[in-house]
């Protein structure tokens, strides 16, 4: 080599360094997304109006955001929970579809009485999450077949078996769509009179609380850290890791399974094939530029909400489709993900390290 | 008879672009990179193949334009994961994102709509063979170039100076470095090879079977070629196995379908998942462990002891 140089990791990242080259990740990725909207034809001085104004500032589109938001903040958290035990949950979705089976299997078969149904649907559907995660943390602890791979092709197992029901048993015989037949009044979450926003949201809320003293003011969070950074010292500290790991990850599960549970008791009344679109990807990316903090997670949760609100505008008037919100959720991560490394190292040019 | 050559005939449509697939996984995983850009790769490699045949008339300029669109975002996660040193997984994530957002983005002009692309050759007496006439010889020249490709990895892997240089920088990038091998500079070039074949695997789909482009045409094929990858323990050779396996299970529903057999569609349709789970449990269980002991490990010249 011409010169020589070394990476040498940072021991202590400044929290200016760190907040600076996060922001600036942040802005040339959001910086490319606009150019990428220009290009496709976008006018830019819509951009503003369509992208900001229409889904924040006017009621319609806020109500609107908001009422996507609530399963995003959910796939947030669930993703937030189970990569801090190092926990690969590359199945959101799944379990968000065992979920909403779970939440609908309530209401066809009528369980309970008609007063307090709702909320057996949220417990089921928080039930069905939980179980669908369950299985390849029992995989991964007993036989170590990998969770990223066993978790999302049983996603598309739950995929499968929804398709199963909605074409099959629970088809409503009066629409010509493969959708089951809407849940009853009483059985759905009260709407709070602005747009279709429902009472979901302060179980969303509720949820980013609970996560919050769970993960940063619990014994459990606590350990869940020390094993997240190192299971070995984990280990030998005495922590009792599987009982942590367990706890972290069935927790995923079961937030994920009520975003299922609450698009169907809230926003939907019925199981759709249209429920968990993209939800895996979208939780990740929300967990990782609230840089796994659960309260950061809500305002992250909405504003990613404003942007697939706004890319149903695109859609209508641009003909872009929904893969251009999945390719600019693409570009921000990479972007953060690549401007890390100024954070995460120096480049030393002077020599080379001594082995 | 027929049911059975029919069936035949049809498994190397699902199982060669998941070969092409796992061949490229292979790659990457033997240089030490976990890869979950597959899905990705495979979709802007259906899409360009797609669109170049359409504009062009051409599959073949099509085929090079997939593999050639696969290889650039190949180069992209590479960058990221062997020079940046990202994260692995969170890399491949995104770059799986613009793989499938680009190609919905770009492919939106050229989305449904059916061209002229790769058929099988004209071999009158072999593809009336009973049983294999159809699996063999009914099959567009790209199967074959696949078949070819497996040998040619297989020998590169175990048999040149390069292929020896991709296993010790997955097994021990610590000591590869020190025999001046640039662990960086291999896994660049895996992560180019592998974003390569897995445009390939999605050419495949869309140039030599279906014949259009249509959104979510690779329906999680880079994710099922990634548990291969482990099924094949790390083998070229035995991916192909794998791959025909699946492809034989994958297409055993559409022909009793088309029998006229009243089957629970969707729940056949499982099979190949908690097939493959299966295979997984079965495969990390075995006493070989044969996975690439720096798997997933970012390496870095200053962590050396």
């Given at each position: 080599m011409?010169?020589q140089f ?6 202590n ?6 907040s600076?080259?996060f922001?600036?990740?942040l802005?040339?990725?959001l910086l490319?997304?606009v ?10 001085d819509?951009?503003?109006?369509d992208?900001v ?11 609107q955001?908001l ?5 995003l903040?959910l796939?947030g958290?669930?993703?937030?929970l ?8 590359i199945?959101?979705?799944?379990q ?12 066809i ?8 149904r709702?909320?057996?649907?949220l ?8 179980l669908w ?5 029992w995989l ?7 969770e ?5 092709l ?16 629970w088809r409503?015989?009066?629409q010509?769509?493969p959708?089951s ?11 709070l ?6 009472t ?6 509720g ?5 919050m003293?769970?993960m940063?003011r619990?014994r ?5 850290r ?5 299971r ?5 500290s005495?922590?009792?890791?599987g009982?942590?790991l367990v ?7 079961a937030?994920a ?10 926003t939907?009344y019925?199981?759709t094939q249209?429920l968990g679109w ?8 929300i ?6 903090r659960?309260?950061w997670?809500l ?8 942007v697939y ?7 209508v008037?641009?003909?872009?489709t929904?893969a251009?919100v999945l390719?600019?959720q693409g570009?921000?991560l ?6 890390q490394f100024?954070?995460?190292f120096?480049?030393?040019r002077?020599?080379e390290?001594?082995? | ?6 069936w ?7 199982a060669?672009p998941l070969l092409l ?21 495979m979709?802007?490699g259906a899409?360009s193949g797609?669109?170049?045949t ?6 073949w ?5 997939g ?8 180069l ?9 040193k990202a ?10 994102a ?6 919905g ?6 989305v449904?709509q059916?061209?002229n692309?790769?058929?099988a050759?004209?071999l ?8 294999l ?5 009914k ?9 070819l490709?497996?040998?040619v ?7 040149t100076?390069?292929?020896l240089?991709?296993?010790a ?14 662990v960086?500079?291999?896994?660049m070039?895996a992560?180019m ?8 695997g ?6 030599a ?5 249509v959104?979510?045409?690779?329906a ?24 025909l396996?699946?492809g034989?299970?994958?297409m055993?529903l559409?022909r009793?379908q088309a029998?006229?057999?009243q ?11 908690l ?15 044969d996975?690439?002991?720096?798997l ?5 010249r200053q962590d050396?002891?």
């Open positions: 011409a010169f070394a990476l040498q990791r940072r021991a990242t400044s929290f200016l360094r760190s600076l080259t922001s600036g990740g802005l040339l990725g490319l997304c150019a990428l909207l220009i290009q496709a034809g976008v006018p830019a819509m951009l503003f109006d992208l104004w229409q889904v924040f500032f006017q009621a319609d589109g806020l109500a955001t009422t996507l938001s609530i399963p903040i796939a958290l669930s993703a937030a189970a990569l801090r035990v190092k926990f690969w949950n199945g959101i979705e799944g968000l579809w065992l979920g909403a089976i779970a939440a609908m299997a309530v209401s078969y009528g369980v309970g009485s008609d007063s307090y709702w909320a057996l649907m417990v089921a559907a928080m039930a069905g999450g939980t995660i369950a299985v390849p943390l991964k602890e007993r036989f170590h077949a990998s990223l791979v066993v978790t999302l049983l996603s598309n197992v739950a995929f499968q078996l929804m398709l199963h029901l909605l074409f099959g048993a409503d015989p009066t010509s769509f959708i037949p809407a849940i009853s009044e009483p059985e759905r979450l009260l709407k009179g602005f747009g279709n926003l429902h979901g949201l302060f179980a969303s809320i949820m980013v609380f609970l996560v003293w769970i940063e619990s459990l969070g606590f350990q869940s020390i094993l997240g950074s190192n070995q010292v984990a280990e030998a005495g922590i009792a890791v009982t942590t706890v972290m990850v069935l927790l995923s599960g937030m399974g009520l975003a299922g549970g609450l698009l169907v008791a809230g939907e019925r199981l249209h993209n939800m895996t990807f979208s939780g990740i990316v967990a990782f530029i609230a840089r796994f659960p309260f997670v305002p992250v949760a909405v504003v990613l909400a404003g609100n706004a890319g149903a505008t695109l859609k008037f641009y003909g872009l929904e251009t390719l600019m570009i921000v990479l972007s953060l993900l690549w401007c100024i954070a995460a120096s480049i030393d002077r020599q390290v001594s082995v | 008879m027929s049911f059975i050559s029919f035949f005939a049809s498994i190397p449509v699902s060669l697939a796992c061949l490229g996984l292979i790659l990457s995983e033997r240089s030490g990179v976990v890869n979950l850009g597959a899905e990705g790769y979709a802007v899409m797609a669109s170049v359409l504009l062009t008339g051409s599959p300029l099509g085929v090079g334009a593999v050639l669109a696969g290889c650039c975002l190949g992209l996660f590479a960058f990221s994961v062997a020079v940046l994260d692995q997984i969170l890399s491949g994530l995104a770059v799986m613009i793989g499938l957002g680009l190609s983005f770009i492919g939106r002009h050229w449904h059916p061209f692309g790769m058929t050759p004209d009158p007496g072999l593809q009336q063979l009973p049983l006439g159809g699996l063999l010889f099959q567009p020249l790209l199967a074959w170039v696949s078949i490709l497996v040998i990895i297989a020998w590169t892997l175990h048999r100076r390069i292929g240089r991709f296993t920088v997955g097994e021990d990038p610590a000591a590869a470095d020190n025999a001046g091998i640039s960086p500079g291999v896994q070039l992560g090879l592998c974003g390569a074949l897995c445009g390939l999605g050419a495949y789909l869309s140039v079977s279906a014949h259009i482009w959104d979510n045409m690779v999680g094929r880079g994710w099922i070629a990634l548990a291969l990858v482990v099924f094949a323990r790390w083998r070229p050779g035995r991916a192909l196995i794998g791959a396996l699946f034989a299970v994958d055993l559409p009793l029998q006229g057999l089957v629970p569609v969707y729940l056949m349709g499982m099979l190949p998942y097939l493959t789970i299966l295979v997984l449990v079965l495969a990390t269980r075995s006493r070989y462990r996975e690439p002991a720096a997933g490990v970012t390496y870095l050396r002891h």
